[in-house]
């Protein structure tokens, strides 16, 4: 067997290339098949998608006349959210306003007398205070009385005061009569508010101090304002109950509301919405935004009355519309599966592309029947064809002859033992099965493993690894893929099956080998006369063993540390002056 191998390595496997399957896949293409009955030229079709743009043109002009009526819609529902932000910031204006009124009330009736209030006299203004608002007097600083007329309520922005579970706002006022009074306005105060400017069940309403912090937000429990030092206010975009934490978030779904009024619409918690708002650029709510928070589609719900002209105009084109349809799928339907089945074949997967049917476009109609002459063309061919060779070729662009190289490669030999005495008791056909079901397995290992199979020799096989592709880890690559053969051998239930390989790796020429007719892409060199030599060896070594692998000196060093393999010392192969270190891996 030995012989044979060296006899045949340079490159008499050459049916194995595809390369001569050229003139036959031509000559297919050169005979279309001639139509049976009358076909639709593709000029015919495509004057009927032209005169469908005609339909298209005047949808375009119905659906501007239907724009127009929206941007009735547009500027009712502009006037609307002005009207909603104008009373939102009324009902916080007026809240100020009261409170001011109550605290000047106080320093009016403390100022006459010039006596100190006590904490009693203050009873009767909790009455009129909002829920939750704590009062106390505190003593001013000399110097701090304030001029004469009626004194004004300072208001501090929001802090954190011990008692509180929330932030508060607090007011002030000297009473001039040597006192303050403070007013502590916890957050639970304008959540209330905030409840207040509600209009209808639809609406979200919402205060804010600044664009970061927020103040009240309809539906979002007491707890998630709970105050710190730190942090008297929560930051919005930590506030995940209401959809209002992604308003300010700048992605492509975000986007400004036109009109004359400040608004975003934006997506969060599985839908879109809609915020209107107004930045409050005076008084105690200075720096303020107050607002007001809409599902998208029922902050528009107003132009869906514009949809009766939409639904008018629909109605004219649905006819327009479905013979358009029909017309596309007609001419895509055979372009997409000739798109599909050519990919198929880029890729020589002959089984999955199946013959196109016939079209009813001439043009189409012989593209399809010159392709399926070329795909039974290619299936009578793909039994001759190294697919996992030309696969990787045509992967890396190497579809033209490629320059020959010298290379560090790991080359396989592999040989059925005794196949001759097998055979013997064996028909033509049962020979033939045998054969070929070992074949099977030897090339489906190697095709996991990475490889490429060079050639069919007889009854062994010849593969490497480090070519086409560039295999850095090419050794271990190969052992890891003649391990898992002699796995799978030994595992067989065929107690006559014996198996020798040989590896080895070495520097080697590999190229396209042979001429312009016949091309045959393989390797050869020295260090292919070895890995058959190894091959060979094996008999001498345990002519018994089921399977034997012998790796060289070289291959093993290649190896990643913790590979184990039992070393047979130096060993004189036939044909060679020196002795080789051999490894017994299996």
Same mark, same amino acid.
């Given at each position: 067997?030995?012989?044979?191998?060296?006899?045949?390595?340079?490159?008499?496997?050459?049916?194995?290339?595809?390369?001569?399957?050229?003139?036959?896949?031509?000559?297919?293409?050169? %005979?279309?098949?001639?139509?049976?009955?009358? /076909?639709?030229?593709?000029?015919?079709?495509?004057?009927?998608?032209?005169?469908?743009?005609?339909?298209?043109?005047?949808?375009?002009?119905?659906?501007?006349?239907?724009?127009? !009526?929206?941007?009735?819609?547009?500027?009712? @529902?502009?006037?609307?959210?002005?009207?909603? @932000? /104008?009373?939102?910031?009324?009902?916080?204006?007026?809240?100020?306003?009261?409170?001011?009124?109550?605290?000047?009330?106080?320093?009016?009736?403390?100022?006459?007398?010039?006596?100190?209030?006590?904490?009693?006299?203050?009873?009767?203004?909790?009455?009129?205070?909002?829920?939750?608002?704590?009062?106390?007097?505190?003593?001013?600083?000399?110097?701090?009385?304030?001029?004469?007329?009626?004194? /004004?309520?300072? +208001?501090?922005?929001?802090?954190? %005061?011990?008692?509180?579970?929330?932030?508060?706002?607090?007011?002030?006022?000297?009473?001039?009569?040597?006192?303050? @009074?403070?007013?502590?306005?916890?957050?639970?105060?304008?959540?209330?508010?905030? &409840?207040?400017?509600? +209009?209808?069940?639809?609406?979200?309403?919402?205060?804010?101090?600044?664009?970061?912090?927020?103040?009240?937000?309809?539906?979002?429990?007491?707890?998630?304002?709970?105050?710190?030092?730190?942090?008297?206010?929560? &930051?919005?975009?930590?506030?995940?109950?209401?959809?209002?934490?992604?308003? +300010?978030?700048?992605?492509? !779904?975000?986007?400004?509301?036109?009109?004359?009024?400040?608004?975003?619409?934006?997506?969060?918690?599985?839908?879109?919405?809609?915020?209107?708002?107004?930045?409050?650029?005076?008084?105690?709510?200075?720096?303020?935004?107050?607002?007001?928070?809409?599902?998208?589609?029922?902050?528009?719900?107003?132009?869906?009355?514009?949809?009766?002209?939409?639904?008018?105009?629909?109605?004219?084109?649905?006819?327009?519309?479905?013979?358009?349809?029909?017309?596309?799928?007609?001419?895509?339907?055979?372009?997409?599966?000739?798109?599909?089945?050519?990919?198929?074949?880029?890729?020589?997967?002959?089984?999955?592309?199946?013959?196109?049917?016939?079209?009813?476009?001439?043009?189409?109609?012989?593209?399809?029947?010159?392709?399926?002459?070329?795909?039974?063309?290619?299936?009578?061919?793909?039994?001759?064809?190294?697919?996992?060779?030309?696969?990787?070729?045509?992967?890396?662009?190497?579809?033209?002859?490629?320059?020959?190289?010298?290379?560090?490669?790991?080359?396989?030999?592999?040989?059925?033992?005794?196949?001759?005495?097998?055979?013997?008791? @064996?028909?033509?056909?049962?020979?033939?099965?045998?054969?070929?079901?070992?074949?099977?397995? #030897?090339?489906?290992?190697?095709?996991?493993?990475?490889?490429?199979? &060079?050639?069919?020799?007889?009854?062994?096989?010849?593969?490497? +690894?480090?070519?086409?592709?560039?295999?850095?880890?090419?050794?271990?690559?190969?052992?890891?893929?003649?391990?898992?053969?002699?796995?799978?051998?030994?595992?067989?239930?065929?107690?006559?099956?014996?198996?020798?390989?040989?590896?080895?790796?070495?520097?080697?020429?590999?190229?396209?080998?042979?001429?312009?007719?016949?091309?045959?892409?393989? #390797?050869?060199?020295?260090?292919?006369?070895?890995?058959?030599?190894?091959?060979?060896?094996?008999?001498?070594?345990?002519?018994?063993?089921?399977?034997?692998?012998?790796?060289?000196?070289?291959?093993?060093?290649?190896?990643?540390?913790?590979?184990?393999?039992?070393?047979?010392?130096? #060993?004189?192969?036939?044909?060679?002056?020196?002795?080789?270190?051999?490894? /017994?891996?299996?």
């Amino acid at each position: 067997m030995g012989q044979d191998i060296l006899r045949r390595e340079g490159g008499k496997g050459s049916t194995n290339h595809p390369q001569n399957t050229g003139q036959d896949i031509t000559s297919a293409f050169e %005979k279309p098949a001639t139509p049976r009955k009358i /076909r639709l030229p593709v000029g015919v079709a495509l004057g009927l998608v032209f005169s469908l743009l005609l339909v298209v043109i005047s949808g375009i002009i119905i659906a501007y006349i239907a724009a127009a !009526d929206r941007g009735i819609a547009m500027r009712l @529902l502009d006037e609307q959210a002005q009207a909603i @932000l /104008r009373g939102n910031e009324t009902v916080l204006e007026e809240f100020f306003h009261r409170q001011e009124q109550l605290f000047q009330s106080v320093a009016g009736h403390a100022s006459p007398s010039g006596k100190a209030l006590s904490e009693a006299d203050l009873k009767p203004s909790y009455n009129i205070l909002p829920k939750g608002v704590r009062l106390e007097l505190e003593a001013t600083q000399p110097g701090e009385a304030s001029a004469g007329g009626l004194p /004004r309520v300072s +208001w501090s922005p929001f802090q954190y %005061k011990d008692g509180f579970s929330t932030a508060v706002k607090k007011a002030e006022i000297d009473l001039g009569n040597g006192q303050l @009074l403070v007013g502590y306005y916890p957050q639970t105060v304008f959540a209330r508010l905030a &409840d207040a400017m509600a +209009w209808d069940d639809r609406q979200r309403n919402f205060l804010l101090a600044g664009r970061q912090k927020a103040i009240a937000v309809n539906g979002v429990p007491e707890n998630d304002f709970a105050a710190s030092s730190e942090d008297p206010l929560p &930051d919005l975009a930590g506030l995940t109950a209401t959809p209002l934490h992604a308003i +300010w978030q700048d992605t492509g !779904d975000h986007r400004v509301m036109g009109g004359s009024v400040e608004g975003r619409l934006f997506p969060a918690d599985r839908g879109m919405f809609a915020a209107i708002y107004a930045e409050i650029d005076e008084g105690p709510a200075e720096g303020w935004i107050v607002g007001t928070l809409y599902r998208a589609d029922e902050f528009g719900a107003t132009l869906d009355q514009t949809w009766t002209v939409l639904y008018a105009a629909l109605a004219v084109l649905a006819v327009g519309a479905v013979l358009s349809f029909m017309v596309g799928r007609m001419l895509g339907r055979p372009l997409s599966r000739l798109a599909a089945a050519a990919g198929e074949l880029r890729h020589l997967n002959f089984g999955a592309a199946e013959p196109l049917p016939r079209s009813p476009l001439v043009e189409l109609d012989d593209v399809n029947q010159a392709f399926n002459g070329s795909l039974g063309a290619l299936n009578a061919f793909a039994k001759y064809v190294p697919r996992q060779l030309v696969s990787r070729l045509i992967e890396e662009g190497m579809t033209s002859a490629r320059n020959i190289e010298l290379r560090e490669m790991t080359i396989v030999f592999a040989d059925l033992a005794g196949f001759t005495g097998i055979a013997s008791n @064996l028909s033509a056909e049962e020979t033939a099965s045998y054969l070929n079901g070992y074949f099977e397995t #030897v090339s489906q290992v190697i095709a996991e493993g990475e490889g490429t199979i &060079d050639k069919f020799l007889g009854d062994g096989v010849m593969a490497f +690894w480090g070519a086409p592709a560039d295999q850095p880890d090419h050794a271990a690559l190969a052992i890891h893929a003649v391990t898992a053969l002699a796995e799978r051998i030994g595992q067989s239930g065929d107690i006559d099956m014996r198996v020798r390989i040989g590896v080895h790796t070495g520097k080697v020429v590999v190229g396209d080998i042979g001429t312009s007719a016949r091309m045959n892409y393989t #390797v050869i060199g020295d260090a292919v006369n070895v890995a058959a030599r190894l091959q060979e060896h094996g008999k001498l070594v345990d002519p018994a063993a089921k399977v034997i692998v012998l790796a060289s000196a070289e291959t093993m060093a290649q190896l990643p540390e913790g590979f184990s393999a039992t070393s047979l010392g130096p #060993v004189q192969l036939r044909g060679r002056e020196a002795p080789l270190s051999v490894f /017994r891996i299996a």
